[in-house]
């Protein structure tokens, strides 16, 4: 026991040895005057440091070997010297001390630190380094743990601040290649200003909810399956990217840039990336990408961002709650699969870009666009059990279907890219497909298929290789009406259906078979204009049980001269009852006018040696 200072007798500093099995006790200040050499107790025994501040200026420096207890705020200084504490270190009792180690040496933790008593703070200078292998540090006080040299763990850590700050401003890593997991519990501040795990890195680093993570130091890397876990709330004060490798990545709480300078984040796992929190609402990050070869699940609500590389998901995403995407000006990119039983809305004014399948494992609910941008779809499907709204333009980069429980709105052009696409729409049998501008106007689809629909409406022009619509109730092909240059054949599977166009253009080597299950006068085709091609070869264009008139019923057109379009009138008879129409056929052939209303239910009658109409339908 020494009950009052403990000096080197003058400016040459000298060695103090202690062995014991009992306790050591420095009652008052060590080296305060001059400075001892160095300090070494053995292990076995304890020794308590009440004196609150021990110097050593040699080459060996402070080294406890026993258990060391605290009874007063402690400061340790050993110079450019380790100081090792091989054992536990504790607050004597309940009142908690504080300690300070300077050295720019090596510190290092031997023992677990404060698990009895808890230390009031650990603050560690900078320049050197400490190394904490002793399974975890515990402190209650409101300096929390600061470590400002460089930490290294040679075992699996747990750091304990209450409500306090945890501060790293050096770089973290293991020890050695034995990666090490890392927990922080605080509901105050964790700051990582450096890199962790860049030289060897950490099996797995955890946080616990409650207070807030400050990733200032760019990169973050992990090797075990335990993976990184941020249960509070994360701010990104550098461009960061998190690493590790096929564990899982998991923020739980938001996600922003520290302040409206916005941060690229990169994760990277070929495990499970989960973002539960919302993502850039109240700092938007610049830019949002994950690597291949895992999953990200999104069930945070929204993910903002302002940089020019937007969001890019290079794993497949599946949806665990209803999401928004914004991005400004930038792209969103989906590069692999799409899944999950929620809704999306995509705000961009840049491009969208599927590249993998969307619903194809778990149909979402609704897909909505902002219409500021452009869609490439080249996944192949895309499915909803709900509407689908396009606001933009959409690419076709694949053969595409569209399968849909609600309506189906295309608002902007849609166009094959490259070669012609074949694109099948089908929506429930209560929801309509509704086309608001030009489709193949750029680049012409090839087959268009519609299997199921209420109603299908064009209101531009519809420009295809062919087009197969196998049911539904109306089918308005709008004011720009059909061009196809291949097979049309459209169904209706309703007594009442009908088909309207304001122009019906075949090209070569085409046939047009239109079936409506009319009854008496329920079903009706108003086809203002049908132009046929002189280069068609020979075909046969069939108008099945359809009344084919244009209100009001005109009187028969009077004789036409050679080389003028000729016009042919209709009067299909179904139930006893004759309508007239007029159809100008822009056909190059000479001028003929036919009145075809004696026409009969399975007659046909040739125009010309290309064109042959016929009335298949029963009445």
């Known amino acids: ?33 001059f400075m001892l050499a160095s300090l070494v107790t053995d292990a076995g025994g304890s020794t308590a440091v009440n004196g609150g501040s021990i110097k050593t200026n040699g080459i060996v420096g402070i080294v406890f070997n026993d258990a060391v207890t605290l009874n007063a705020d402690t400061t340790l200084d050993a110079d450019s010297a380790p100081v090792t504490l091989g054992d536990t270190v504790n607050s004597l009792n309940a009142t908690a001390r504080s300690l300070l180690i300077n050295s720019t040496g090596v510190t290092t933790f031997g023992g ?47 750091l304990n601040a209450g409500s306090a700050q945890i501060n790293f401003t050096n770089i973290i890593n293991s020890f050695d290649s034995t990666a090490r997991s890392l927990i922080l519990n605080t509901t105050g501040t964790t700051i990582i200003s450096a890199a962790v795990g860049a030289i060897n890195a950490l099996s797995s680093l955890t ?8 990733i200032t130091g760019g990169l973050v890397t992990t090797s075990g399956v335990g993976g990184q876990v941020y249960n509070d709330s994360v701010t990104l004060n550098a461009d960061t990217t998190i690493n590790a490798g096929a564990g899982a990545i998991t923020f739980t709480g938001t996600l922003n ?6 941060r690229t984040l990169i994760l990277n796992s070929t495990g499970a990336t989960s973002l539960a929190g919302l993502v850039g609402n109240l700092f938007p990050l610049s830019s949002l990408i994950t690597n291949a070869g895992g999953t990200t699940s999104l069930s945070g609500g929204s993910i903002t961002t302002n940089g020019p590389a937007g969001i890019t998901f290079n794993d497949d995403v599946m949806l665990a709650a209803d999401s928004t995407l914004n991005t400004g000006a ?9 899944d999950g039983s929620f809704a999306i809305t995509i705000n961009t004014s840049g491009l969208t870009t599927f590249g993998g399948m969307v619903g194809a494992i778990a149909p979402l609910v609704n897909i909505v666009t902002d219409g500021l941008g452009s869609i490439t779809i080249d996944g192949g499907a895309v499915t909803t059990t709900g509407m689908q709204a396009y606001n933009e333009p959409i690419i076709l980069g694949a053969d595409t279907s569209f399968t849909t429980g609600g309506d189906l709105t295309f608002n902007q052009t849609l166009d094959s890219f490259g070669v012609v696409r074949h694109l099948t729409l089908t929506a429930a049998p209560t929801a309509n497909i509704i086309f608001n501008a030009a489709v193949g106007g750029i680049k012409r689809l090839n087959t268009l298929t519609i299997t199921q629909v209420n109603n299908f409406s064009n209101n531009a022009v519809l420009m295809v290789e062919s087009l197969i619509q196998l049911a539904g109730n ?14 049309v054949s459209i169904v209706s599977a309703s007594a009442n259906g009908q088909i309207d166009a304001d122009s019906f253009s075949l090209g070569a080597s085409t046939s047009a078979n239109l079936i409506g299950s009319v009854d008496g006068l329920s079903g009706q085709a108003a086809i203002d204009m049908i132009v046929l091609l ?78 042959e109409i016929c009335d298949l339908g029963s009445s």
């Open 534 to 611: 002189n280069t068609i070869s020979p075909g046969t264009h069939y108008f099945d049980g359809i009344d084919m008139y244009r209100e009001p019923p005109p009187l028969p057109p009077t004789p036409i001269g050679p080389d003028v379009s000729p016009s042919i009138i209709f009067g299909f008879y179904l139930d006893d009852a004759a309508f007239l129409s007029t159809l100008p056929l822009t056909v190059d052939l000479d001028s003929y006018q036919v009145n075809l209303d004696l026409l009969r239910v399975g007659y046909c009658l040739s125009i010309s040696p290309k064109i």
């Open 1 to 33: 026991t020494f009950n009052n200072t403990l000096n080197s007798l003058n400016a040459t500093a000298r060695n103090v040895v202690i062995n014991t099995q009992g306790a050591t006790t420095f009652t008052d200040v060590v080296g305060g005057v």
């Open 330 to 338: 930038s792209p969103i990119s989906f590069s692999g699969a799409l």
């Open 207 to 214: 946080t616990n909810s409650g207070g807030t993570t400050a």
């Open 112 to 158: 677990l630190v404060g698990s009895v008593f808890a230390l009031a703070s650990i603050v560690t200078n900078a320049g050197g380094s400490t190394a904490i292998n002793g399974g975890g540090v515990t402190t209650s006080g409101a300096a929390g743990q600061v470590y400002n040299d460089i930490v290294t763990l040679n075992a699996d850590a747990v």
């Open 474 to 487: 109306i089918t308005d092909l709008g004011v720009g009406g059909l061009d196809a240059t291949g097979a």
């Open 257 to 262: 840039s520290l302040t409206a300078t916005a």
